[in-house]
Nanobody, 124 residues
Framework: QVQLVESGGGLVQAGGSLRLSCAAN????????MGWFRQAPGKERDFVAA????????YYADSVKGRFTISRDNTKNTVYLQMSSLKPQETAVYYC?????????????????WGQGTQVTVSS
């Protein structure tokens, strides 16, 4: 079983940038397709981005295309989410997730392991 730990969240002004990291303990990440999700207060958890096992294929929610970049460094067992031009409505807890099966997916149920999340707050 893989344990995922997110970091890099914090408070940022609207229009600013943050880079989130997701590190794995217990197993290497290079066998997993990875995703980022976010959950705003009182709302459902939404898909943000996904990346395949070797990083050569990515998939984004329409709302973040052109502003967010998902990447990974398998030598460091870490997945990243670079976020720019952040908006106040993107304030949420951001989660990374690992999927053991092939293919990039946007549905929560397609992911097998989850981290505890990191808070991102975007002030106006």
């Amino acid at each position: 079983q893989v344990q995922l730990v997110e970091s890099g969240g914090g408070l940022v002004q609207a229009g600013g940038s943050l880079r989130l990291s997701c590190a794995a303990n217990g197993r290497t990440l290079n066998r997993y397709n990875m995703g980022w999700f976010r959950q705003a207060p009182g709302k459902e958890r939404d898909f943000v981005a996904a990346i395949n096992w070797n990083g050569d294929n990515t998939y984004y929610a329409d709302s973040v295309k052109g502003r967010f970049t998902i990447s990974r460094d398998n030598t460091k067992n870490t997945v990243y989410l670079q976020m720019s031009s952040l908006k106040p409505q993107e304030t949420a807890v951001y989660y990374c997730a690992a999927r053991i099966f092939a293919g990039l997916r946007s549905e929560q149920k397609e992911y097998n392991y989850w981290g505890q999340g990191t808070q991102v707050t975007v002030s106006s």
